[in-house]
């Protein structure tokens, strides 16, 4: 599986779950490459898109 770590915190972000436990929640195995990108939040709506339009931020890295 390829595992978009910026897909799992935005999405984290937006529905209210800790994107570690479900990183951890994966088995090694099962992960064959990991991907990292930049996000844009928009503050009108609320919400984080994955848009690669942004640097990665922290977080991200950490999940990295």
Same mark, same amino acid.
């Given at each position: 599986?390829?595992?978009?770590?910026?897909?799992?915190?935005?999405?984290?972000?937006?529905? %209210?779950?800790?994107?570690? &436990?479900?990183?951890?929640? +994966?088995? @090694?195995?099962?992960?064959?490459?990991?991907?990292?990108? %930049?996000?844009?939040?928009? &503050?009108?709506?609320?919400? +984080?898109? @994955?848009?690669?339009?942004?640097?990665?931020?922290?977080?991200?890295?950490?999940?990295?």
């Amino acid at each position: 599986m390829l595992l978009d770590v910026n897909n799992v915190y935005v999405n984290s972000q937006n529905h %209210g779950f800790n994107p570690r &436990e479900f990183i951890d929640a +994966i088995p @090694d195995e099962k992960i064959a490459y990991l991907h990292i990108a %930049g996000h844009t939040w928009y &503050e009108e709506d609320q919400m +984080i898109i @994955d848009t690669h339009g942004k640097k990665v931020v922290h977080p991200v890295w950490e999940l990295l």
